[in-house]
């Protein structure tokens, strides 16, 4: 038998939540709803706030990134908040030199180009190099409690952030991230151990602080194959998944592109597997683990559509859902800057309505 994993402190009302419940498959009152970038530039509070001031200053001063997590909450009745942060943010600790640029999005000046630069990242501990996460959820705990609303906590996950620090920026094709690890599979093997080593520790700290779920962002994992995600990604992604398991708190694995390592990424034993929105989701539920929760899967473009396409196409998903305990409503990917906010807080309200009438009936 396996140790049991210790509890960590949840309010109560957080633990029963309609989200916290949904992750245990336990019946809720509604499908709670949440978004990929809920906070974020579609939100006039969000730009205001932002106006001036650089991303990773945001992030790092926590009034700040408290405020902007709340943000969606206070605007519409959303059943999670997630941390106002990015999964770059501990590129910096390792060593490696990261700018949002204006347009261009993230920017490593100093990308990983031989062994010698994997053998010369950091792995510090999270709690020296980056105490203000800990502190923004500290500071956001308590007004999340007495709205009874759970506070989602997240990482990159190993590919994904090593996909960064390889190319320096997004990418299409992944062309020099799959060079070097077929190049030098065992370095390669050394840095996604490290990513693991810091993102156990990152999120270890962020369940401390009061984080009662996370999620683990594999966004650019779709570009390998089953063969090289097996070989190359997935024993270092799997240990990560049970070590913040063992933490005691839900974890939700995400990937886009990836219906093809649905199968192989479920196995790894999350809580809950991420949906993107290529497939119907009665598809990708029968992809993964019987006893796994999904979430998902409404396509973020779909927001910039007439209402009734939007109602239709939410519809089509909550029947594809079933009203089954274990679904979580989300977008498919992140909510687009172009979105209007209004049209977010029409469709959290109508997922609510729509399926507490048929959940009392
Ligand atoms: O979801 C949330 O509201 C929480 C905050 C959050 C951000 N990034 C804030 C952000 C989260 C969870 C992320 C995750 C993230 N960051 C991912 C995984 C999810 C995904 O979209 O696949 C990735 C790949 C990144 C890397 C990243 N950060 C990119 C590619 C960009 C530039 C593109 C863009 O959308 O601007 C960012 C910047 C970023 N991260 C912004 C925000 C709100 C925009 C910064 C701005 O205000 O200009």
Known sequence: TRPQAPKPEVNAAVY????????????????????MRQAGRYMPEYRA???????????????????????????????????FNDILTPLPTMGLD????????????NPISSTKDVDMLGVPATAETMPYTAE????????????????????????????????????RNYEKTKRFMYAEPA????????????????????????????????????????YDYRTFVK?????????????????????????????????????????????PLDEAWKLIQPDQAIQGNLD??????????????????????????GHVFNVGHGILPETNPDMVRRLTEYVHEKTALSRST
């Not at 990261?98 to 000046?109: A, E, K, S, T």
């Open 16 to 35: 029963d939540s309609p989200f916290l419940k949904t992750l245990r498959r336990e019946s809720a009152p509604h499908t709670p709803v949440w978004f």
């Open 49 to 83: 706030l932002r106006a001036g001031k650089s991303m990773l200053d945001c992030i790092r001063t926590p009034e700040l990134a408290a405020e902007i997590t709340l943000q969606p909450i206070k605007a519409m009745p959303l059943d999670a908040a997630i941390l």
């Open 235 to 279: 024993p270092a992604t799997g240990r990560l998944i049970e070590r913040v398991k063992a933490l005691g708190v839900p974890v939700i694995y995400f990937g886009t592109g990836a219906t093809h390592l649905m199968p192989d990424m479920a196995s790894l034993g999350s809580t809950v597997m991420g949906a993107d929105w290529r497939l």
């Open 98 to 109: 990261l700018d949002f640029v204006g347009g261009v999005g993230p920017v490593i000046h």
């Open 300 to 325: 973020p473009l779909l927001l910039q559509a007439p209402w009734r396409e939007v109602q239709y196409q939410t519809d089509r998903i909550l029947a594809e859902a079933g009203g089954c305990a």
């Open 187 to 226: 370095a390669w093997g050394r840095l996604m151990g490290k990513f693991e080593a810091l993102l156990a520790d990152y999120l270890t700290e962020q369940v401390k602080a009061g984080a009662s779920a996370v999620q683990i962002f594999d966004s650019w994992v779709g570009a390998l194959s089953v």
């Open 136 to 171: 923004s959820i500290r500071m956001l705990v308590p007004e999340l409690n007495s709205r009874g609303v759970p506070l989602i906590g997240f990482v990159g996950a190993p590919f994904t952030l090593a996909s960064y620090a390889i190319e320096g920026k997004g990418s």
